[in-house]
């Protein structure tokens, strides 16, 4: 289905009554100018912090969110982000609307970090670990890559690591770098840059 211009989202239909509702569940085509789209995998906070995560994201240009439980994430975390899952669903929708963007960004749960890893891979994702221990900055590490205000091209797709309070633990750095990702400390860059490379080596 095409629900903004050139842009072309795989769906399901979770009901088929008065008012049809259809997920999205993932892009499949977009225009080559449509620039980066933006992926935040957010180890999980506490449960009420994730609600002003999934509003203020999508407010300010999100396109997918998905939470992912952390060695620092509170116990349970992944079979309680399961109860709330629709109502976060329903902020992205309603923060969609409000600040009209042109989808709604889709919001899911990843079980294990390395079938999330080889997804990214598989679909070409930059991904950028935020840690503060890191010794490159976030604007530097868009700048490594390429990434210019204003500037035109290619498709790229960003995901961004944000680890919960306390951040990540050093063996989930070790796995995540490991596995090519850059790493970087939150700088003053906005991570919202709609062009940059693809890649998936550590600067």
Request: with cysteine; hydrophobic share 40%; charged share 25%.
């Amino acid at each position: 289905m095409q629900v903004a211009p050139g842009r072309v989202w795989e769906g399901r239909v979770d009901d088929m009554g008065h008012s049809p509702l259809i997920r999205l569940v993932r892009v499949l085509e977009e225009p080559a100018s449509w620039g980066m789209r933006i992926l935040l995998v957010q180890g999980i906070p506490a449960l009420p912090k994730v609600d002003d995560i999934i509003d203020k994201g999508t407010q300010v240009g999100v396109d997918e969110f998905v939470l992912i439980a952390a060695e620092a994430s509170p116990s349970g975390a992944i079979d309680k982000a399961e109860s709330r899952l629709e109502r976060w669903r329903r902020i992205s929708r309603e923060a969609a609307k409000q600040s009209r963007q042109p989808a709604v960004p889709a919001v899911t749960l990843a079980q294990r970090p390395d079938d999330l890893i080889r997804r990214l891979v598989q679909e070409v994702w930059w991904s950028l670990v935020l840690d503060p221990a890191a010794d490159v900055s976030l604007a530097d590490a868009l700048r490594l890559r390429g990434c210019e205000w204003g500037s035109q091209g290619t498709v790229r797709r960003f995901a961004v690591w944000v680890g919960p309070e306390g951040g990540w633990a050093s063996d989930e750095l070790s796995l995540f770098l490991g596995a090519g990702n850059w790493h970087g400390t939150a700088g003053s860059a906005h991570p919202a840059c709609r062009d940059g490379g693809a890649g998936g080596r550590r600067p």
